[in-house]
């Protein structure tokens, strides 16, 4: 055999079947052939249909979702985008999903009402789900069966001058709870049970209480609201002013579930709401907390006299209560002492008063009589001014009644806001305010609450509410050029005029360092300069 036949017959061999090699060519091929197949199905087989309360369990997968389109906004954060955000809810209203659909603006959205099948990826950031679909074929109407009873919340925000001092039933979610034992509370209704998922919130006043069989009306309820639209020139907003007893609630929301791994500025959104939370109470000898998956994930509880009772110390569980905010401590806490009925908390009224609520509910019955009542003053009382208003509790957070107060007599120094005050009075109604006015004729003032203190950087809208009001600053005394005393917040520019009697700045040099002032807060004015300005008043 010559070289070249060897050479030839080396380099065929491997590729000439025998046997078994061949078999398992055979079967190389038919598993490429299996692998494209299985390729080819997954890319056009069809996302599975699943219901919108199930859609947190597949998380970065493909679904499909039916649904009833209920709100919609285009380009929703005005910057250009070929963008447009759905709300679409379940057939019994119960659960919505939100939509981001990145398609041209031009694209014709289903009518409000329609029955909508909606393909997309389930994406979450932060707590927060929603459903992400690209494309004209990602969104197909089905029928449009839904009859809305009123106005829904999307078309009065596209043309809200249309509906302006109308009667409207608008359909929507609560923002916060509803309690029975308030007789006025502003939230929002929104397209969507969560807040930071909806695209169009409608703010609210209710007044009045509640139908008592109704209870608390959870943040989240599924709600159908009667009431009356109008543009609000102080705030430049649209609201809807509505009695207690026009809410009618279509499905109550159950607690919501909350993450260990959200930023905790999230849960500031939750405050007021029945909450739901993983973790392990602890009790460090003082307080109780929450405790969570990793070393810093930390909850301050407020545990019931149950938990206490049951040493709950350890026990690690799911948690269910009202998330809350404690002035006491600066943080928000789990109140697992709440009763479902829970109302704001009110004042101890001490023993031998009459109650000013039952006044407020039958003043005719009270009128022209002579009661002690026992409450605390709503706003200051300057000594040369006779009339201000009286509440049965300390703050505007724990009073649900408030009236008005007459003193008849002089008081020679301030009575400041919160003060307690015991009087004997005579109910009196007033045909020409249309109110009840507590004529005081001998009174007794409880301990001067402290100043509220001011946090440099709050700015005007903090501020403005304790204008007359007792407050401290700390800041550094200075004098202008022009012989004008501040108080300059140190290392900034920010500073509050002082009116004192000229001494302060040489205290401030004194101390060589800056001082707390206290004084009452007043604003002023430069009419040349068109500006407004606080002041304190330390005189």
């Known amino acids: 055999m010559t070289n070249e036949s060897r050479l030839a017959k080396i380099l065929r061999a491997p590729f000439e079947p025998t046997g078994g090699e061949g078999k398992l060519w055979v079967m190389f091929f038919t598993s490429l052939l299996l692998v494209s197949g299985m390729n080819f199905y997954a890319v056009i087989r069809e996302p599975d249909m699943i219901e919108i309360e199930d859609i947190q369990n597949f998380p970065r997968e493909t679904v499909k979702i039916e649904g009833i389109l209920t709100s919609y906004v285009r380009d929703p954060y005005g910057e250009q985008a070929n963008r447009i955000d759905l709300q679409v809810a379940s057939h019994d209203g119960n659960s919505v999903i939100k939509i981001r659909w990145n398609v041209d603006l031009t694209v014709t959205v289903p009518p409000i009402g329609s029955v909508v099948t909606i393909e997309g990826e389930v994406s979450e950031w932060n ?20 009859q809305f009873r009123g106005e829904t919340l999307v078309h009065v925000a596209q043309n809200p001058s249309n509906y302006a001092n109308q009667s409207l039933e608008i359909e929507g979610y609560l923002s916060e709870a509803l309690s029975p034992n308030v007789t006025y509370q502003s939230l929002s209704l929104m397209d969507n049970p969560a807040y930071g998922n909806s695209d169009h919130l409608l703010y609210m006043q209710v007044e009045g209480r509640l139908e008592p069989e109704l209870g608390t009306i959870e943040a989240g309820s599924h709600v159908i609201v009667s009431g009356w639209l109008q543009y609000d020139e102080r705030s430049l907003r649209w609201r809807l002013i509505a009695q207690a007893t026009s809410v009618e609630v279509l499905n109550y929301a159950d607690p919501v579930k909350i993450k260990w ?69 600066a943080v928000i806490c789990l109140d697992r002492g709440q009763q479902p009925e829970f109302g704001n908390p009110h004042g101890q009224i001490g ?79 007033s045909e020409s305010e249309g109110r009840i006015i507590l004529e005081a004729r001998s009174w007794t003032l409880g301990d001067t609450p402290e100043p509220t203190a001011l946090n440099w950087g709050d700015g005007y809208d903090s501020w403005r509410w304790e204008v007359g009001k007792l407050v401290s600053i700390t800041g550094e005394a200075v004098t202008d050029e022009d012989g004008n005393q501040w108080v300059n917040r140190s290392g900034s520019i920010e500073q509050v005029c002082l009116l004192g009697d000229g001494s302060e700045s040489s205290q401030q040099e004194n101390a060589g360092e800056p001082l707390t002032w206290i004084g009452r807060l007043t604003m002023a004015d430069l009419p040349l300069e068109n500006t407004i300005y606080f002041c304190l008043d330390v005189r």
């Open 127 to 146: 707590g927060r789900i929603w459903l992400q679909s690209n494309g004209y074929g990602a969104i197909t109407a089905k029928e449009q069966v839904i």
């Open 261 to 329: 791994d959200v930023e905790p500025y999230m849960l500031t959104y939750d405050v007021g709401k029945m909450v739901i939370i993983d973790g392990t109470a602890s009790f460090d000898g003082t307080n109780w907390w929450l405790l969570g998956p990793t070393p810093t994930d930390r909850l301050c509880l407020l545990a019931s006299p149950e938990d206490i009772s049951n040493n709950i110390d350890g026990i690690s569980d799911e948690w269910t209560g009202r998330l809350v905010w404690a002035t006491d401590e």
């Open 351 to 429: 023993d031998g008063a009459t109650n000013m609520l039952d006044v407020a509910q039958n003043p005719f019955g009270f009128a022209n009589q002579n009661y002690t009542f026992e409450g605390w003053i709503t706003d200051p009382i300057s000594p040369d001014y006779d009339k201000g208003y009286v509440g049965d509790g300390p703050d505007y957070y724990s009073r649900n009644t408030k009236l008005r107060i007459h003193l008849i007599g002089e008081h020679v120094e301030w009575i400041e806001a919160d003060q307690l005050i015991r009087f004997n009075a005579t109910v009196i109604w």
